[in-house]
């Protein structure tokens, strides 16, 4: 998967799918990694 940030310096990123469609825990709970964001 190739991405790019959206804040800083707009870095391009690759990492592996099974990392982009992973989960973390933020504050005690399970959320994706990655959400998609929509056009406002």
């Keep these: 998967m190739v991405y790019r ?3 800083g ?3 391009l990123w690759i990492r592996p799918i099974s990392r982009f469609v ?3 825990t ?3 709970k399970e ?3 990655f ?3 929509e056009d406002q």
């Design 5 to 7: 940030c959206l804040y």
């Design 9 to 11: 310096d707009y870095s």
């Design 22 to 24: 992973d989960t973390v």
């Design 26 to 28: 933020i504050d005690g």
């Design 31 to 33: 959320v994706p990694r």
């Design 35 to 37: 959400r998609r964001c």
